[in-house]
């Protein structure tokens, strides 16, 4: 798989994050249908609590999980005390 200058795939988008700050940790979080995007489940990046410029749609929780593996993160469940739409965090 070829990134060029510019891609803004997950990959890349974790790496550019993690070249920025180094003290800020990057996480993936996955929404079910957030109120922003009620027809997709989107995946978004966020640097410690605040999220990036970084966001992706996808029609499934499964598609969004698929876009996710391979980056070597660990999926972390959603807590209770989560929004609704929070699926879980990746990092
Ligand atoms: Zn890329």
Redesign the pocket.
Known sequence: MS?ADG?R?P??AYSICRAMRRDLLPIFQIFDRPFDAPDHVVVRLFTNDQPTVFMWRHSTVDAARASLDGLGLYCIPRDPSDPPTHVESWL
Do not use: A, G, L, P
Request: net charge neutral; hydrophobic share 0%; proline share 0%.
């Open positions: 990134h891609c795939c990959s890349c």
